[in-house]
């Protein structure tokens, strides 16, 4: 079991910047991807950012060059760094682990992004 708990979703005006945190209840060591999705209303779910446990990262070509995803094995904790954030970057966040053929997902954090 993998539990996932998200934190640092918040209101922020556009252009400014965010830093979520996905703590997990387990070593992350060897978890081999980390995800971050988001769902805005009325939309899909959709990949915003991915990192394996060798920090290759993959990111959705609508956050590229503004967000960064990183992890501390040490802390067992995934992050996501929001900067340059626009309107339609509104959406609630989840921390997303595959782990043992299982997929984890955390409660979700809420971003506001104001124009």
């Known amino acids: 079991q993998v539990q996932l708990v998200e934190s640092g979703g918040g209101l922020v005006q556009a252009g400014g910047s965010l830093r979520l945190s996905c703590a997990a209840s387990r070593s992350i060591f060897s978890i081999n991807v980390l995800d971050w999705y988001r769902q805005a209303p009325g939309k899909q779910r959709e990949l915003v950012a991915s990192?394996?446990?060798?920090?290759?990262?993959n990111y959705a070509d609508s956050v590229k060059g503004r967000f960064t995803i990183s992890r501390d094995n040490a802390k067992n904790t995934v992050y996501l760094q929001m900067d340059i954030l626009k309107p339609e970057d509104t959406a609630v966040y989840y921390c997303?682990?595959?782990?043992?053929?299982?997929?984890?997902w955390g409660q979700g954090t809420q971003v506001t992004v104001s124009s």
């Open positions: 997303h682990a595959r782990w043992a053929l299982r997929d984890y």
């Open positions: 990192i394996t446990n060798s920090y290759s990262t």
